[in-house]
């Protein structure tokens, strides 16, 4: 009698168990993190946060993803736990801000009532200080200077140069130019050996000058007072293209302190017989140039 033979089927393994809860614990719990930390979205975290705790236990329980699930529980406590935080700090912070209000509206309510009055009499002092000043400057100040000696708005141009004697100044330096002495050419080569005749074409005046400081402390002529000639065609000659020695000299190194006068002869190289001016310049970087009659 023949043997009878059955097939062997093995037993097949049970398909793994779906792990959708557990994922969707582990999102949620990560969304409810996050989203602590943004102001105002942070109270969404109390909605995913319990929502992925309970989600996570199912998935443990059924086992649905477990890791997933573990991960949705400790995420989604540390979201509610952070939310919960938030919104203590928002409250404190909102209780402190209305507090702070009220302090400054006690603070408004119980200024001094005479306050007003005070502020108004200050500004009244204010008022009356300021029309006084203004007055003072109003009245004319008497600078010592001779009206009549004093150069007009027009005058001290190459085109209308002052006299011989007039005064000009700025700030900080008073200058005089008191006479022009001509053809002296041979006094100064008398005054010293070693002076240069003038050179061709040119011949040599003394101009007689002062120079008095106006301004704070000391300084000498030498960086602010300038004296030069101008031709009647342009050219200028100032008293340092041709140096000499000369008597009763202008000292342009002289020190002087407010007050103090510098008085002097400069000597200049001129065409003889031109009708030039005798040009004065003060300040140092900011020159203001004053033209004299180079002839009494």
Do not use: C
Request: negative net charge; proline residues 6%.
């Amino acid at each position: 009698m023949a043997e009878s033979y059955y097939p062997y089927y093995p037993e097949q393994a049970a398909p793994p168990a779906p792990k959708g809860i557990g994922i969707a614990a582990m999102v949620l719990g990560i969304i409810s993190v996050v989203l602590a930390f943004i102001p105002v979205l942070g109270l969404v975290s109390f909605l995913l946060g319990p929502l992925a705790v309970i989600l996570g236990i199912v998935a443990i329980v059924k086992h649905r993803g477990e890791g997933q699930g573990i991960a949705g529980v400790i995420t989604g406590a540390i979201g509610t736990i952070f939310a919960i935080a938030g919104l203590l700090i928002a409250g404190a912070f909102l209780s402190s801000m209305d507090d702070e209000v009220d302090r400054l509206e006690d603070e408004a309510g119980s200024v001094d009532p005479d306050h007003d009055e005070e502020v108004a009499e200050l500004e009244e002092e204010v008022q009356e200080q300021q029309e006084e000043i203004a007055e003072e400057r109003e009245e004319p100040e008497d600078d010592g200077v001779d009206e009549d000696s004093a150069p007009d708005a027009d005058e001290g141009t190459r085109e209308n140069p002052l006299p011989l004697g007039q005064t000009v100044s700025d700030d900080e330096w008073e200058v005089t130019l008191h006479s022009v002495a001509e053809d002296v050419d041979d006094q100064i080569a008398e005054e010293n050996q070693f002076n240069d005749p003038a050179p061709d074409g040119l011949t040599y005046v003394l101009v007689n000058m002062s120079a008095t400081y106006l301004g704070e402390g000391s300084d000498s002529p030498m960086m602010a007072v300038e004296l030069a000639y101008v031709s009647s065609t342009g050219e200028t000659t100032g008293s340092y293209d041709h140096t000499v020695v000369t008597p009763d000299s202008f000292d342009d190194f002289a020190e002087l302190y407010t007050g103090g006068t510098e008085t002097g002869n400069v000597a200049l190289a001129v065409p003889p017989g031109d009708d030039g001016t005798l040009r004065v310049r003060l300040g140092f970087l900011d020159t203001q140039d004053f033209f004299f009659e180079a002839s009494e």
